[in-house]
């Protein structure tokens, strides 16, 4: 069973904070890890990619990825109430031969002016 | 064109009715995917498509009938669907170039069976 696991929530944090989101995932060969943001009656948006260990930084937003845990994190610096929504992690799973996206069942994250 | 488009993007539909969702991508992606989302859930995964061929199905009911004409058209047909179908309906392409993986979501059809 290939499961991708998130801290439900909810998150509130002040603005200007740091919020850290976590996921763990089952499949030790996975090689691509997403962060997705997805706003109440929308699609979910692409925020972040990371492939190796480490971390890797866009603007306010760092994802962290440890394989050997089977890990990844997202941290958004100086957090501003339009940073409000619910964010999922995704991890590329094979199947057959196929690639498909599973996500874990998200993080509602507020952020209070 | 960077876009996944969905038609339409509302639908009311009764038990008894046949309709379509309809996706579209004109970035040469070879890669198709159908996701059911419920409310406060995250996106389930319902079918994917390869190289215009099914490859996975996570085993959903017949009343859904996913077809993909060409490398740009993804269609899901529904058919004596239930009220517990209500959902928004998401479709998705990607693409691979060596480790890098892109992945593009369209707005979704937001689905009411009444």
């Known amino acids: 069973q290939k499961e991708v696991e998130q801290n439900s929530g909810p998150l509130s944090v002040p603005e200007g904070a740091i919020a850290s989101l976590n996921c763990t995932y089952s499949?030790?060969?996975?090689?691509?890890f997403f962060w997705y943001r997805q706003y109440s009656g929308k699609s979910p948006e692409l925020i972040m990619s990371?492939?190796?260990?480490g971390d890797k930084e866009d603007g306010r937003f760092t994802a962290q990825l440890n394989k050997a845990s089977q890990y990844v994190s997202l941290l958004i610096r100086d957090s501003q109430p339009s940073d409000s929504a619910t964010y999922l992690c995704?991890?590329?799973?094979?199947?057959?031969?196929?690639?498909?996206?599973?996500f874990g069942k998200g993080t509602k994250l507020t952020v209070n002016p | 064109d960077t876009e996944v488009t969905q038609t339409p993007k509302h639908l009311v539909m009764g038990m008894t009715n046949k309709k379509s969702l309809k996706c579209e991508q004109h970035?040469?992606?070879?890669?198709m995917y159908w996701y059911k989302q419920k409310a406060k859930k995250p996106p389930e995964l319902m079918f994917v498509?390869?190289?215009?061929?099914?490859?996975i199905n996570e085993s959903v009911p017949s009343r859904f009938s996913p077809e993909c004409p060409n490398s740009s058209l993804l269609n899901l047909h529904l058919h004596a669907l239930q009220p517990e179908d209500s959902a928004l309906y998401l479709c998705?392409?990607?693409?691979?170039?060596?480790?890098?993986?892109?992945?593009?979501f369209g707005s979704g059809t937001r689905l009411t069976v009444v």
């Open positions: 998705a392409s990607s693409f691979r170039t060596g480790t890098n993986y892109g992945y593009t």
């Open positions: 499949d030790r060969v996975s090689q691509s």
């Open positions: 990371i492939y190796s260990n």
């Open positions: 995704a991890v590329l799973f094979t199947q057959g031969g196929s690639e498909k996206l599973v």
């Open positions: 970035m040469g992606h070879r890669a």
């Open positions: 498509y390869s190289y215009e061929k099914l490859s």
